[in-house]
């Protein structure tokens, strides 16, 4: 099932520019265009669900799985001692879940997010695909 005006929609189709950073048959993982912090990457199911409670229990564990193997390749490609998750729900009506770079308590807060140039996106997507290029993911 899709959205037609859904834009996660559109970026798992393809349909949509992203600096897309994984993918499998079920998920995309694309950089944030107004990132918390530099790295801060957004991970979808390619099935539209509104939020991450309206999928099934598979495909929310599989979501989760994913979100956990990625967790410290974006961490180590943004040289960051660990990645933040954080699920609000609220931006984009598509079931998603954010992994953060984070350095300290309170680097999460979402007040912190600001555009992106497509430089500064090129950049920190070419660091996550080379870290995990070398992750078992």
């Keep these: 099932m899709d959205d037609s005006s859904c834009i ?3 970026i798992a189709a393809g349909d949509a520019p992203a600096h897309v950073v994984w993918t499998d048959a079920e998920h995309v993982a694309f950089l ?3 990132p918390v912090a ?8 390619r ?8 999928l099934d229990a598979g495909a929310y ?9 990625l967790a410290r390749p974006v961490a180590r490609a943004a040289g960051a001692p660990r990645a933040g998750i954080a699920v609000e729900g609220f931006g984009v009506a598509h079931a998603h879940v954010h992994l953060v770079p984070v350095w300290r ?5 979402p007040c912190r997010q600001s555009p ?9 997507a070419d660091r996550l695909r ?5 992750s078992a993911i």
């Design 8 to 10: 996660f929609c559109h």
């Design 32 to 34: 944030d265009r107004s």
């Design 38 to 45: 530099p790295g801060h990457v957004v991970v979808i199911p």
């Design 47 to 54: 099935a539209h669900a509104p939020t991450v409670d309206d």
């Design 61 to 69: 564990e599989r979501l989760f799985a994913l979100v956990r193997a």
């Design 105 to 109: 308590g309170g680097d999460l807060d």
């Design 116 to 124: 992106a140039t497509d430089a500064a996106l090129r950049d920190a």
């Design 130 to 134: 080379t870290a995990l290029a070398t």
